[in-house]
């Protein structure tokens, strides 16, 4: 991207305001990318700095290598498996189990294993005596629990994938059990761990904006990664898994509460499952697409546009090439991936509303929405003197009393070590803080606490239950 372009993007987020000078350092987080050269920053006598705070490197400083068996060696385990092979001196893998042999070896071989550290049920790591530090848990959304209740119990420090359990219950028991061996859990709000939302953050926490008032946010899924997790996929089924505001947005409600620094006193949540369902299948749609669909060249979720033209999502199949055609399209006839996405065995809303109220009255929305172009992030926040647009990759803070506008805007790909860390780095930068607490056996070496993890567990469940009962529900 040029320079032209660059502004012409800032002029689209700042929605007619004049921007003034750019500092940029350039940045990424998912998908949007590309370096722009810093400028000066003159108007008239006034200089506007641009907001810049340090970013920590990537390599956790310690005195020893912490071991971590990965139990789910799929996505997200392989995301923390890459951790520990950029940065060796920090973290080694010494164990794996998964129930698919396949990523079972492909995780032995990445990281040596031994043939005995390499198990298939997660139950088989604990019929052994404690051999590592930690363990990775990143099996999906119903074998958080147990692996957790489990490791904990044998000493084991723990990197929680969440969302960290299926119940409010669950979620509680997997705090007090860690409070009682005194252990580590790190559940995977990364997030809070990547550069751009600390330096929201660090913005709203020093003054600028004045005092917080209230936080407007929305999640956009985007419309074909809706159709692949929570329609065709693996979330698709609320009971199974999770309820759509944990599984996809319990980040997002982390992040409000941890912006807003105050206990959330009370929840409102709307919404609905509106557009797939079977009554709104076009006239003709067979079960999959591959089955000469009618409706094929012109529907949005076709799973042959999806996977085979853009070669999206296609991480789930395990295909030695990505490339191959022929290999994606035999996948989409045989799997839940080729359904048609109006003949799913789905429960989960495609757009969801919530309302917060926090101590000292401070307010907040999130918004929820599968029918977006992108995904990513969208943030407003509203403060006595000041206010803040981002969109998830840079941000703009405006000062009411100046006129001044300030711009946050840091490239993760330039950013050395950070490149290939998914979630605006957070993924990694996770993964840092908690090497680095277990090495030390330090808990505040990580941005969130299991208590602070599991409040904001608690909202989503609360948000639920509020949806569900169209009441408004008080947490606490
Ligand atoms: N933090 C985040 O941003 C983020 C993003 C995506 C997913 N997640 C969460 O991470 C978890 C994993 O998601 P994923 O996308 O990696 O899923 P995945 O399906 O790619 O990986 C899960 C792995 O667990 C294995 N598994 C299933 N049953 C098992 C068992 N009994 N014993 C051992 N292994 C077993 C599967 O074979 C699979 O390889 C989920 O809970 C998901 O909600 C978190």
Not at 47 to 55: A, E, I, M, R, W
Request: glycine residues 6%; proline residues 5%; aromatic residues 8%.
């Amino acid at each position: 991207m040029n320079r032209k372009e660059f502004l012409k993007r800032l002029g689209m987020l700042t929605v007619g305001a004049s921007l003034i000078g750019v500092d940029v350092n350039a940045m990424t987080t998912e998908g949007s990318a590309e370096a722009v050269a810093p400028t000066a920053k003159k108007d008239g006598n006034k200089t506007h700095p641009d907001l810049d705070y340090p970013v920590r490197p990537l390599k956790a400083t310690t005195e020893r290598v912490v071991t971590a068996i990965i139990i789910g060696a799929g996505s997200r385990g392989t995301t923390y498996g890459k951790y520990a092979t950029q940065f060796p001196d920090a973290m080694n893998i010494v164990g794996v189990a998964d129930i698919d042999n396949f990523r079972k070896k492909r995780t032995a071989k990445a990281h040596n294993i031994p043939k005995e550290n390499c198990f298939s049920d997660w139950s088989e790591v604990f019929a052994r005596e404690k051999f590592a530090d930690a363990v990775i848990i990143a099996t999906p959304d119903n074998l958080h629990f147990e692996p957790c209740m489990k490791a904990l119990s044998m000493g084991y420090d723990v990197l929680l994938e969440k969302p960290a359990a299926q119940t409010e219950k669950e979620c509680k028991a997997i705090l007090a059990q860690a409070k009682k061996y005194n252990r580590i859990v790190a559940i995977c709000h990364v997030l809070r761990y990547a550069p751009y939302f600390i330096a929201m953050r660090e913005t709203i926490h020093s003054g600028i904006i004045g005092d917080l008032v209230s936080i407007q946010h929305m999640e956009p899924i985007q419309y074909a990664h809706m159709a692949h997790s929570y329609v065709r996929g693996k979330w698709r089924d609320s009971k199974q898994t999770t309820p759509i505001i944990l599984a996809k947005s319990c980040h997002d409600l982390d992040i409000i509460r941890w912006m807003v620094d105050k206990p959330c006193l009370q929840i409102s949540a709307e919404g609905t499952l509106m557009h797939f369902r079977p009554e709104n299948a076009p006239e003709g749609a067979p079960a999959r697409c591959t089955d000469g669909c009618p409706h094929e060249a012109t529907c949005p979720y076709s799973a042959i546009d999806i996977y085979v033209r853009r070669k999206r999502h296609l991480g789930v199949f395990d295909l030695p090439d990505r490339k191959d055609e022929n290999a994606i399209m035999e996948k989409i006839k045989t799997t839940m991936f080729g359904r048609c996405v109006y003949k799913c065995d789905n429960d989960q809303p495609d757009h969801y509303v919530t309302t917060m109220l926090f101590e000292g009255g401070v307010t907040a929305s999130f918004t929820m929405d599968a029918f977006t172009p992108w995904g990513g992030r969208r943030t407003r926040v509203m403060g006595t003197k000041g206010y803040i647009e981002g969109d998830g990759t840079k941000f703009t803070v405006y000062d009411f009393r100046t006129n001044n506008k300030r711009l946050w805007y840091k490239s993760v790909k330039e950013m050395a070590d950070y490149k290939h860390a998914g979630h605006g780095g957070g993924d990694h930068a996770l993964a840092r803080d908690f090497v680095e607490a277990v090495a030390a056996q330090d808990p505040t070496k990580l941005s969130s606490t299991i208590d602070a993890s599991i409040e904001s567990h608690i909202i989503g469940f609360k948000a639920e239950k509020s949806r569900k009962s169209l009441k408004k529900v008080k947490i606490g």
